[in-house]
């Protein structure tokens, strides 16, 4: 998911380069929603490991 939102933050900064502002604005858009999922996803795991180490010991 992380590798999307940096291809999609590429593909935003490519476009607004070249001009293209509607572009850029819906790839940097769609760039910022994966990355909060990812953030959200990778703290729900984090807190499930830290749940499970402390249930083994």
Known sequence: ???????FLVISLVAGFFGFSGVSAAAATIARV???IFVIMFL???ILAVMAGNAVV
């Open 1 to 7: 998911m992380l590798k999307w939102a940096l291809i």
């Open 34 to 36: 994966l990355f909060a």
């Open 44 to 46: 729900v795991f984090l």
